[in-house]
C-alpha cells in the first residue's frame, strides 16, 4: 500500500473575544458604550501530518496495516491515539474511537463509505479530542439506520450518526455526507468545530449540535434538518452553549430553528441562508391557525423521524425545548458584526432573549412573524437590514439606532418598542406576540437611514422615542385606527430628518418640548405616488416627497423648517428630481395644488387644506394604537445618499 502524506493547511483560530458596542457617530468601530458582551474560546487550528495506521475497510476483510485497532464483527475499535486513514465500504459496521483522553486522535476520511444500521456510524467514546480531516479530492459518506439497539436502555446515546463525547473538530477540502436516519447528524457533547470541508448533512433531527459550543471558521455546509440546523444547547455553564460563525458558506433549511445558541449567538463573517419552518409562507395572520408543522407544503422537503406524525397538537421534537421556528436565535445574546445572510422563517427571523447588537453586515429577512425581536434591548450601529416581509419588523423593549441602512416592511407595526418577552409566533404556537404593554419602552434615533412601510403604527412606543439625527421616512397605514408615530410618553427630536405619512385617524406629532421644528401637514385623501411639496417664503425646495401608499397625513420635521418662516404646501405635480424611496432630492418641482402655507412660531404648526380636518388634535401621547394586518407590500428600492453608510 502506497503510503501519502497528507497536509491540510491550517485555519487561524477565532478572536478570544468580540464585544458589542453602542456608536453615537458614523463610524461603527469607534464604538465607546459598552451594550453587550460576548466571549468565545478560540479552537485551536488544526492539521493532519504522516499516517500511522491505515484501515481499508470491507464487509468481508477489513485490512489493517499499523497498530492500535480491534476488528470484531465489521466493528472496527480504534484503541490508541494517533493518525488513522481510512477508506473503503462498510454496508453495515462502525467505527469507535476509545482512546486515551489526554491524547488527541486524528481521522483521515479517504473515499470512505460507512453505514450502521442500530447505532451510530462513527461513535467517539473517549479522546482528548477526535480531528475528522476530508482528503482532498475524496467523496466520504456516513450514514445511520432509522432504529437504535442500546447496551444501557437507561440512556439514548449515541443519538447521531457521528457521535463524540468529547470535542469534534472537521478539517479538509474533501467531502462529506452525513445522513441522520434516527436523530441527530452531527453531534459532540463538548465543542463542535468545523474549519472547512465541503460538507451536507440530513437529518430527522438537529443536523450539527455541539452541546458547549459550535464553531464555524469556513467550509461549504448544507443542512437539512427536520429539527435545528446549527444548535448549542448547554444550559448549566453561562461561558457555554454558545454559536459562533466566523467564515464560510452555510446553506440551511431547518424544521425548527435554523441556529440556535441557548447562551450567545455570534456572527461575524460568512455567507449564510436560512430557511426555517417551511419560512415566511408557512405564516399565518389567524394567530389561532394550527396548521403550523406541516411546513407550508414543504413537508416531503424536511426529513421526519421513523413513525413521526407532523400534527399541530402533538410535539413531535424530542429535546428539551418547546418548538420554534426561529431563523437565527439566542437565550443571551447575538451580536452580528459582518457577514451576508438571507433569512425566509415562518417564526422571527432574528430572536434574541435579552439582548442583540448589529455592527456591520448585509441582512435580508423574510418573516412569518418579526424581523428582528428582542427581549430587553435592540441596538444597530451599522449594516444593511432589509426585512421584506413581517408581523412586525423591528421590536424590542428599547431599540437604539446608531447608524446603518434599514427597509421595513411590516403587515402591522414597523417598529414597536414595549417591554416583557414574546414567544414570537404567528402559527398559533404558544407565548405568540405575547409581548406587554409597558411605558418603560423606548427608541433613540442617533442617525442611520431607516424607511418604514407599516400596515399598522409605523414607529410605536410604548414610552419615548428620540431622534438626534439620521433620516427616517414612514409610509404608515391606510386606515384610521393605527398611526405613522405612536407613543405614550414622548417624542423629542433635536436633529436629522423625519418623513412620516399615513391616515389622519391616529396623527401623532414630535413632543412641543422638541427643540427641532415639525409640520403637521392634512390633505385631501391623495392616490399613492402623488407627490407633496413643501417650500419656504423664498420658493426653496424643503421637501418633494411621494409616499408609497395612499394618505391624508404628513408630519415634517427638518433642520430646514426655521422658527419665524412661513412654509407653502403642494400636493400633485412632478419633479425631474432623483427619487429614493420616494425622497425626491435635486431637480425641479413643477407645482400642483396649493393646500395652504402657514408660519412658524412653535415646535409644532399646522398646515391643513380646506375642508379637511387637521390632525393636530390627535398629536397627543397616547395615540389610538391598532393591530390592523393588512396586505404586505414589497420594499421599496432606494439607492443611499450618505457613501459612508456600511
Known amino acids: 500500500m502506497n503510503k501519502r502524506l497528507i497536509s491540510i493547511i491550517s485555519i487561524f483560530s477565532l478572536c478570544v473575544s468580540i464585544t458589542g458596542c453602542s456608536n453615537k457617530s458614523n463610524d461603527s468601530s469607534s464604538n465607546s458604550t459598552k451594550n453587550s458582551q460576548i466571549t468565545t474560546t478560540s479552537p485551536k487550528s488544526e492539521s493532519i501530518g504522516d499516517i500511522d495506521t491505515y484501515i481499508k475497510l470491507s464487509d468481508d476483510n477489513t485490512a489493517v496495516e499499523g497498530e492500535g485497532v480491534t476488528i470484531e464483527n465489521n466493528i472496527i475499535t480504534i484503541t490508541n491515539a494517533g493518525t488513522y486513514s481510512i477508506s473503503g465500504s462498510l454496508s453495515n459496521g462502525q ?20 453505514t450502521c444500521s442500530n447505532s451510530a456510524a462513527i461513535n467517539v467514546i473517549s479522546s482528548k479530542k477526535t480531528v475528522i480531516a476530508l482528503a482532498d479530492g ?42 441522520g436516519n434516527y436523530d441527530r447528524a452531527i453531534v459532540s457533547k463538548d465543542d463542535l468545530v468545523i474549519q472547512n470541508g465541503n460538507i451536507n448533512v440530513t ?62 449567538t455570534l456572527i461575524k463573517d460568512g455567507d449564510i441562508k436560512i430557511s426555517s419552518g417551511g419560512g415566511s409562507a408557512n405564516s399565518s395572520s389567524d394567530k389561532n391557525n394550527q396548521e403550523w408543522g406541516n411546513w407550508g407544503g414543504r413537508s416531503d422537503q424536511i426529513p421526519k423521524r421513523p413513525n ?144 418604514v412601510d407599516a400596515d399598522g403604527d409605523g414607529i410605536d412606543s410604548n414610552g419615548n422615542i428620540e431622534m438626534n439625527d439620521g433620516v427616517v421616512i414612514v409610509n404608515g397605514p391606510t386606515n384610521g385606527g393605527n398611526g405613522a408615530l405612536d407613543y405614550d410618553g414622548r417624542f423629542n427630536i433635536s436633529g436629522g430628518t423625519l418623513v412620516a405619512s399615513g391616515s389622519l385617524g391616529m396623527v401623532q406629532t414630535p413632543s412641543d418640548s422638541s427643540s427641532q421644528n415639525s409640520l403637521n401637514i392634512s390633505v385631501s385623501q391623495q392616490g399613492a405616488n402623488s407627490i407633496i411639496h413643501v417650500e419656504d417664503e423664498s420658493g426653496n425646495d424643503v421637501l418633494t416627497f411621494a409616499p408609497s401608499k395612499n394618505y391624508q397625513s404628513i408630519v415634517v420635521s427638518s433642520p430646514e423648517i426655521k422658527s419665524n418662516s412661513t412654509y407653502k404646501v403642494y400636493v400633485g405635480g412632478s419633479s ?71
Open 576 to 646: 425631474t428630481g432623483t427619487q429614493s424611496d420616494g425622497l425626491y432630492s435635486g431637480g425641479t418641482y413643477s407645482k400642483g395644488n396649493e393646500v395652504g402655507s402657514s408660519t412658524v412660531s412653535s415646535s409644532i404648526t399646522s398646515i391643513a387644506q380646506d375642508g379637511v380636518s387637521s390632525g393636530e388634535s390627535m398629536g397627543m401621547p397616547g395615540g389610538g394604537r391598532g393591530g390592523n394586518k393588512g396586505n404586505i407590500q414589497s420594499a421599496p428600492q432606494s439607492n443611499v445618499r450618505n457613501e459612508n453608510i456600511q
Open 95 to 114: 467505527i469507535i474511537i476509545n482512546t486515551n483522553k489526554e491524547e488527541k486522535t486524528y481521522i483521515l476520511l479517504d473515499d470512505a463509505n460507512i
Open 203 to 264: 437529518s430527522v433531527g438537529d443536523a450539527l449540535r455541539g452541546k458547549d459550543s459550535v464553531v464555524v471558521t469556513g467550509g461549504n455546509i448544507t443542512i437539512n434538518a427536520g429539527g435545528d440546523g446549527i444548535k448549542s444547547n448547554n444550559t448549566e455553564d453561562t461561558s457555554k452553549g454558545y454559536v459562533s460563525i466566523e467564515g464560510g458558506k452555510l446553506d440551511i433549511t431547518a424544521g425548527q430553528d435554523g441556529i440556535q445558541g441557548e447562551t450567545n
Open 308 to 451: 413521526e406524525q407532523t400534527t399541530p397538537t402533538e410535539n413531535t421534537d424530542t429535546s428539551e425545548e418547546s418548538t420554534s421556528a426561529k431563523g437565527i436565535k439566542a437565550g443571551v445574546n447575538i451580536t452580528i458584526d459582518g457577514g451576508t445572510m438571507d433569512i425566509d422563517s415562518s417564526d422571527d427571523s432574528i430572536h434574541s432573549n435579552d439582548s442583540l447588537v448589529i455592527n456591520s453586515g448585509t441582512i435580508n429577512m423574510s418573516s412569518g412573524d418579526d424581523g428582528i425581536h428582542s427581549d430587553s434591548t435592540l441596538e444597530i450601529n451599522g449594516g444593511n437590514i432589509n426585512v421584506t416581509k413581517s408581523y412586525e419588523g423591528i421590536e424590542s423593549e428599547v431599540i437604539t439606532i446608531n447608524y446603518g441602512k434599514i427597509h421595513v416592511v411590516a403587515s402591522d407595526d414597523g417598529m414597536n418598542a414595549a417591554g416583557g418577552n414574546d414567544g414570537s409566533s404567528t402559527n398559533g404556537r404558544p407565548g405568540q406576540n405575547n409581548f406587554d404593554s409597558e411605558d418603560n419602552g423606548a427608541i433613540n434615533i442617533n442617525g442611520g437611514y431607516i424607511v
Open 138 to 179: 475524496t467523496e466520504n459518506y456516513i450514514k445511520d439506520g432509522t432504529e437504535y439497539v442500546f447496551e444501557d436502555e437507561t440512556t439514548d446515546e449515541p443519538n447521531a450518526a457521528i457521535f463524540s463525547k468529547e470535542d469534534l473538530t472537521f478539517i479538509g477540502t474533501g467531502s462529506l455526507e452525513v445522513s
